[in-house]
Nanobody
C-alpha cells in the first residue's frame, strides 16, 4: 500500500501561484510514477501532469503546459505541483496519484493509477 496526502491548496487570485505537495508513505517511493489530476464540480477527473520514477521525464495537459510544473524529491518522498498564472478554470479538487511502473513510463489515464490521495481544494477568484 502507498498512502498519499496532499497539501497546499487554498484560495488565490487569478494570476497568482500555489504549490501543491503530496507526501507518500508505505512503500518505496522511487518505484512509482506519480501524477496530478483535478476534478471540478460536475466534471470528470482530468489529467494534469505526470512524472516518471526518477523525475527525468514529465508530461502535461495542454491546458496547463507552460504554467504548471511537476517535480519530485525521492529523498523526501514528495511530489510537487507548482502552479503559476492561475486561472478561474483551474479551480478544482487536485489529487495526486501513484502507479507502479517501469522507469520511463508516463501515464495519463486515471484508470492506470494504483493509489490516490484524498485531494486538496484549489479555488481561483477572478
Amino acid at each position: 500500500q502507498v498512502q498519499l496526502v496532499e497539501s497546499g491548496g487554498g484560495l488565490v487570485q487569478a494570476g497568482g501561484s500555489l504549490r501543491l505537495s503530496c507526501a507518500a508513505s508505505g512503500r518505496t517511493f522511487s518505484n512509482y510514477g506519480m501524477g496530478w489530476f483535478r476534478q471540478a464540480p460536475g466534471k470528470e477527473r482530468e489529467f494534469v501532469a505526470a512524472i516518471t520514477r526518477s523525475g527525468s521525464n514529465t508530461n502535461y495537459a495542454d491546458s496547463v503546459k507552460g504554467r504548471f510544473t511537476i517535480s519530485r524529491d525521492n529523498v523526501k518522498n514528495t511530489v510537487y505541483l507548482q502552479m503559476n498564472s492561475l486561472k478561474p478554470e483551474d479551480a478544482a479538487v487536485y489529487y495526486c496519484a501513484a502507479y507502479a511502473s517501469l522507469a520511463f513510463i508516463l501515464r495519463v489515464d486515471p484508470g492506470q493509477y494504483d493509489y490516490w490521495g484524498q485531494g486538496t481544494q484549489v479555488t481561483v477568484s477572478s
